[in-house]
Every structure is written in structure tokens, then in C-alpha cells.
């Protein structure tokens, strides 16, 4: 089991960046796909990225393309979401999630462990 505890949320304006962390819990932070999701007022959490247990590999959703950036350090059981040029529509609650079985994957229901969320706001 692991637990997750995302940091680094705020208020920012339009075309800022900001980065978000989540700290995991216990020894075997590598063994698990890490992925960010994220859950906008009065709609489904939805896909942001995810990074594979050595973070050779990257996923990203096609909004958040070539501006989010996804990162781990596994000596420090942290995962990372970089996001440079943010939107408006970026504003979110940004979860990250762990995933312990299978290879990186955009679906939420593949994720086993969650945290509580951090909140990002972007005003245009």
C-alpha cells in the first residue's frame, strides 16, 4: 500500500507556471505507474499524465501536450507535474494517483491509490 500526498497548488495567472509535487509513502514508490488526473468544478476527473515505474516513458493528454511536463525521482518517492503556459481551463484539483499492476495507462479506473488533491486556480 501507498500513500500520496500532493503539494505546490495555487493561485497563478494565465501563462504562468507552477509545479506540483506528491510525496508517496514507504519503500516501493518504483514499483508503481504514477499518473496525474485531474477534476474541474462540475465535471469527471480526467487524464493529465502518467510516467512508467523507471520514467523512461511519458503519457500526456492532448490538452496539457507539450506544456506539462511529468517527472519522478524514486530516491525521494516523489512524482512531479510540471505546467508552464497555464490556462484558465487548467484550473483543477490535481490528483496524482499510483497504479500497481501494468504498464502506464490514461484510464482512472487502472489506478489503485490516490491522493487528496491539490488545488490550482489560473485567472485569465
Known amino acids: 500500500q501507498v500513500q500520496l500526498v500532493e503539494s505546490g497548488g495555487g493561485l497563478v495567472q494565465a501563462g504562468d507556471s507552477l509545479r506540483v509535487s506528491c510525496a508517496a509513502s514507504?519503500?516501493?514508490?518504483?514499483?508503481?505507474?504514477m499518473g496525474w488526473f485531474r477534476q474541474a468544478p462540475g465535471k469527471e476527473r480526467e487524464f493529465v499524465a502518467a510516467?512508467?515505474?523507471?520514467?523512461?516513458?511519458?503519457y500526456y493528454a492532448d490538452s496539457v501536450k507539450g506544456r506539462f511536463a511529468i517527472s519522478r525521482d524514486n530516491a525521494k518517492n516523489t512524482v512531479y507535474l510540471q505546467m508552464n503556459s497555464l490556462k484558465p481551463e487548467d484550473t483543477a484539483v490535481y490528483y496524482c494517483?499510483?497504479?500497481?499492476?501494468?504498464?502506464?495507462?490514461?484510464?482512472?479506473?487502472?489506478?489503485?491509490?490516490w491522493g487528496q488533491g491539490t488545488q490550482v486556480t489560473v485567472s485569465s
Open positions: 494517483a499510483a497504479k500497481s499492476a501494468g504498464q502506464i495507462s490514461p484510464r482512472r479506473m487502472e489506478y489503485d491509490y
Open positions: 514507504g519503500r516501493t514508490f518504483s514499483s508503481y505507474v
Open positions: 510516467i512508467s515505474r523507471a520514467g523512461t516513458v511519458t
